[in-house]
């Protein structure tokens, strides 16, 4: 058995494991998008209050390994990553933080880097671990780094629920195809589980963004075997980025802009897809596994 085969069978008999008794598993909700700065993290922070208030428990797992951005917005830094939690012992109670409204936060950290240098056990305890996360909130937010990174990939190949956000820049469109181009491409993607629902944001009003995803989904539907949904538009609003001045996300700092009352909008229309209420794979843990496995392919 190569590596990449024994870390196979040992997710597999850790998934055998944990099977009963079955525990209610997290929806999870990733956000992503194929240019930077177009607004995931605002939109992944804002959702996570929405839900909320909605009285869901959420956690939002910061994945985007470069900037600290969540734990900006948040005003809450952790003191602990999920690096700590692999190497240095720490528990889920270590490394949650919690946010406003008790949100919990986890920062990703430069913990994934080091993933592929990790050892079997390591590995294992990892997977255990985000799989005993995944019963622990109704609904898990992945806040991605943008791009078509292996690991911004694995998170979105493993996700049931993708939330794909563009703007209006011409960049941004042909940077989102370019992201489901390369997903379409991969091995672990599968269009049946994963399903990619675009948010147009920074839009001047609902046509340009309704606009806007229909030119995407065109050029998806005629070269990828992908299948979109739109999920709404949300206003250019300044106060979007007034609110990250202020440390605070814009539905609690503006709660009637129209930043606020959009994202609102997307909320309940995310709670009203039933789809989401199927099956549930244990994404988390089955992105980092393959993050993993991929890494190791790649020796
Ligand atoms: N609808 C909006 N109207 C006005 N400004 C917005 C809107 N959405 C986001 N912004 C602003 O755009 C900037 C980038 O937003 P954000 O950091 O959420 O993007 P990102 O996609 O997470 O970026 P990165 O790729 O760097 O992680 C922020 O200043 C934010 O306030
Ligand atoms: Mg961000």
């Given at each position: 058995?190569?590596q990449?085969?024994?870390?196979?069978?040992?997710?597999?008999s850790q998934?055998?494991?944990?099977?009963?008794?079955?525990?209610?598993?997290a929806?999870?909700?990733?956000?992503?998008?194929?240019?930077g700065?177009?607004?995931?993290s605002s939109i992944?922070?804002n959702?996570?209050?929405?839900?909320?208030?909605?009285?869901?428990?959420?956690?939002?797992?910061?994945?985007?390994?470069?900037l600290a951005n969540i734990?900006v917005?948040f005003?809450?830094?952790?003191?602990?990553?999920?690096?700590d939690?692999?190497?240095r012992g720490k528990?889920?109670?270590?490394?949650?933080?919690?946010?406003?409204e008790?949100i919990?936060?986890?920062?990703?950290?430069?913990?994934?880097?080091?993933?592929?240098n990790?050892n079997?056990?390591q590995?294992q305890?990892?997977v255990?671990?985000?799989k005993?996360?995944?019963?622990?909130?109704?609904?898990?937010?992945?806040d991605t780094g943008?791009?078509?990174?292996?690991?911004v990939?694995?998170?979105?190949?493993?996700?049931?629920e993708v939330?794909?956000?563009t703007t209006p820049?011409?960049?941004?469109?042909?940077d989102?195809?370019?992201?489901?181009?390369?997903?379409?491409?991969?091995e672990?993607?599968?269009?049946?589980?994963?399903?990619i629902?675009?948010?147009?944001n920074?839009?001047?009003?609902y046509?340009?963004?309704?606009?806007?995803?229909?030119?995407l989904?065109?050029v998806?539907t005629?070269f990828?075997?992908i299948?979109l949904?739109?999920?709404?538009?949300i206003?250019?609003?300044?106060?979007?980025?007034?609110?990250?001045?202020?440390?605070?996300p814009?539905t609690?700092a503006?709660?009637?802009s129209a930043?606020?009352k959009?994202?609102?909008?997307?909320t309940?229309g995310?709670?009203?897809?039933?789809e989401?209420?199927?099956p549930?794979?244990?994404?988390l843990?089955?992105?980092?596994?393959?993050?993993?496995?991929?890494?190791?392919?790649?020796?």
């Amino acid at each position: 058995m190569d590596q990449a085969e024994k870390l196979r069978s040992m997710v597999k008999s850790q998934e055998g494991a944990t099977k009963e008794p079955a525990k209610r598993l997290a929806r999870v909700i990733t956000v992503t998008s194929g240019k930077g700065g177009v607004g995931k993290s605002s939109i992944a922070i804002n959702l996570a209050m929405q839900f909320r208030k909605k009285g869901k428990s959420v956690i939002i797992f910061d994945a985007d390994f470069g900037l600290a951005n969540i734990e900006v917005m948040f005003g809450a830094i952790p003191k602990y990553n999920l690096a700590d939690m692999i190497f240095r012992g720490k528990g889920f109670k270590d490394i949650i933080v919690e946010g406003p409204e008790g949100i919990g936060f986890i920062s990703g950290g430069s913990g994934i880097n080091g993933l592929g240098n990790m050892n079997r056990e390591q590995v294992q305890y990892l997977v255990y671990k985000l799989k005993e996360l995944e019963t622990l909130a109704d609904i898990i937010i992945i806040d991605t780094g943008a791009g078509i990174s292996d690991s911004v990939l694995e998170f979105v190949a493993s996700s049931g629920e993708v939330i794909l956000v563009t703007t209006p820049e011409p960049t941004s469109i042909t940077d989102s195809y370019a992201l489901l181009k390369a997903l379409n491409a991969r091995e672990s993607f599968d269009a049946e589980i994963c399903k990619i629902k675009v948010i147009a944001n920074r839009v001047l009003n609902y046509d340009e963004g309704k606009n806007l995803f229909s030119k995407l989904e065109v050029v998806v539907t005629k070269f990828l075997n992908i299948n979109l949904s739109f999920l709404g538009v949300i206003p250019m609003d300044m106060n979007m980025s007034k609110s990250i001045m202020q440390q605070k996300p814009v539905t609690m700092a503006y709660p009637n802009s129209a930043g606020a009352k959009a994202i609102e909008r997307i909320t309940e229309g995310l709670l009203e897809n039933k789809e989401a209420e199927g099956p549930k794979r244990n994404s988390l843990a089955r992105a980092v596994a393959n993050i993993i496995k991929n890494g190791f392919k790649s020796k």
